[in-house]
């Protein structure tokens, strides 16, 4: 006996009697906006249960968050290499498969080119350093 896969008209009385949350439906469409929801729920008159509103998804409240722009600075350079930043982490709670717990990072205020180095302590900082000054 041969079986037929269920037509899309099939599956479609098959789901209408299927309450999903908004929660549900904001995370199936990968969280987008309230206003498109509320249209997609009229349109195709979708059965939604009550839930909390999208405030309460933090994707949602992560992704329409504004930061305000930097402010701007007298700092130029000129050159590469000129003016660097360096941000040191640690320690970590957990290592990384090669024991290290520390990380330092290096950025180039012209090219605005990143260098990250994981360190096994804070005294690598120097090394890491001299070794970055060398290589450019």
């Not at 509103?53 to 409240?61: A, I, N, P």
Request: proline residues 7%; charged residues 10%; hydrophobic residues 35%.
């Amino acid at each position: 006996m041969k079986l037929c896969p269920p037509s899309s008209q099939a599956h479609a009385i098959t789901l209408v009697g299927t309450r999903a949350s908004f929660d549900r439906w904001n995370h199936r469409l990968e969280h987008p906006s309230s206003k498109l929801l509320s249209s997609l729920f009229c349109s195709y008159n979708l059965h939604v249960s009550p839930s909390q509103s999208l405030l309460s998804c933090v994707s949602y409240q992560c992704n329409k968050s504004h930061k305000l722009p930097f402010s701007v600075t007298s700092l130029t350079s000129h050159a590469p290499l000129e003016y660097l930043y360096a941000d040191v982490w640690g320690p970590s709670l957990v290592p990384s498969i090669d024991g290290y717990r520390y990380y330092v990072l290096f950025v180039d205020h012209f090219t605005k080119y990143c260098w990250f180095f994981p360190i096994h302590n804070k005294l690598n900082v120097c090394f890491n350093f001299c070794s970055l000054y060398h290589y450019g």
